[in-house]
Structure formats: C-alpha cells, structure tokens
C-alpha cells in the first residue's frame, strides 16, 4: 500500500453481540444469513505503535449480507502515550477466506481531534490493510497515511 504507514494495531476482540444470528453460527456454516443480513456489534481494544501510538478501543457494528460481504463500520478512541485523544471512524470490508477462520480487511480511517499536538491528522486520509483471526479473536491493521 502507498503512503506514509503511520501506525499499526493489534487488537482483541472483547465482546460479540449479535442480532439473532450468532457470528460462529455464521462462520461454521450452521446458520444462513438471511436476504435482509445481520448486525454484529464486535468491541474490541489494543495498542497502536508507530507515527500515532497509544491505546485503542471501539466497536465495529458489522453488517453481514446474505451475498456473503461483512460491510464494517467502527467508531474508536485512541488515547496517545501523552494523554490526547484521538476520534476514529471507518468503513470498509472484510471478505473471508475460504475454508479458513480468516477475513482480510480494507478499510477506510478518518481521525479526527481537537488536540494541537495531533492536528495534522485532521486533513489527512489514511487507509487500511489487514486480518481478522475469528478463531483467535485477534485483529491485526497497518495504517497508511495519504
């Protein structure tokens, strides 16, 4: 990927809730998604080392379609070594791979803060690249700033 990389974050997921359907129900194949999709809340938290480091944590409200896509859409707060917060939000997707516990992610960061020290994050585009081990609960992304 192009651009600057500016931080890279592993993560924990903490919490799954779901709307009706469970997502290992979904993963395993037991359960279908029906054509209206389902909604997952996954939270999870973690560090970011790089550029931007601190301490992460959020919650993606996934939406898993009947086609088989998982649209994300994640709010979290990263909190810096020094005690400034950070807004994230972003969309993308997760496509899983076939026959493993495995998505690959491509997402779309938007950063934002009032804190001087970090402003330059304000008016930049950062994307993102990277895994999610549903078996391990772990999430992995490298953040690559425009």
């Given at each position: 990927?192009k651009g600057e990389k500016i931080y890279?974050?592993?993560?924990?997921?903490?919490?799954?809730?779901?709307?009706?359907?469970?997502?290992?129900?979904?993963?395993?194949?037991?359960?279908?998604?029906?054509?209206?999709?389902?909604?997952?809340?996954?939270?999870?938290?973690?560090?970011?080392?790089?550029?931007?480091?601190?301490?992460?944590?959020?919650?993606?409200?996934?939406?898993?379609?009947?086609?088989?896509?998982?649209?994300?859409?994640?709010?979290?707060?990263?909190?810096?070594?020094?005690?400034?917060?950070?807004?994230?939000?972003?969309?993308?997707?997760?496509?899983?791979?076939?026959?493993?516990?495995?998505?690959?992610?491509?997402?779309?960061?938007?950063?934002?803060?009032?804190?001087?020290?970090?402003?330059?994050?304000?008016?930049?585009?950062?994307?993102?690249?990277?895994?999610v081990n549903f078996s391990t609960g772990?999430?992995?992304?490298?953040?690559?700033?425009?």
């Amino acid at each position: 990927m192009k651009g600057e990389k500016i931080y890279t974050v592993d993560l924990d997921i903490t919490n799954v809730k779901d709307s009706g359907i469970a997502l290992e129900a979904i993963l395993s194949g037991t359960e279908r998604v029906p054509p209206q999709g389902v909604r997952i809340d996954v939270a999870f938290e973690g560090h970011a080392t790089g550029r931007l480091a601190g301490r992460l944590s959020g919650i993606d409200y996934i939406r898993v379609r009947a086609d088989g896509r998982i649209d994300l859409d994640i709010r979290a707060m990263i909190e810096t070594h020094d005690g400034r917060r950070i807004a994230l939000s972003a969309d993308g997707v997760a496509v899983p791979r076939a026959g493993e516990p495995i998505a690959d992610l491509s997402v779309n960061h938007y950063l934002s803060t009032a804190a001087e020290d970090y402003a330059w994050v304000n008016t930049r585009q950062i994307w993102a690249c990277g895994t999610v081990n549903f078996s391990t609960g772990k999430i992995h992304v490298d953040a690559y700033m425009q």
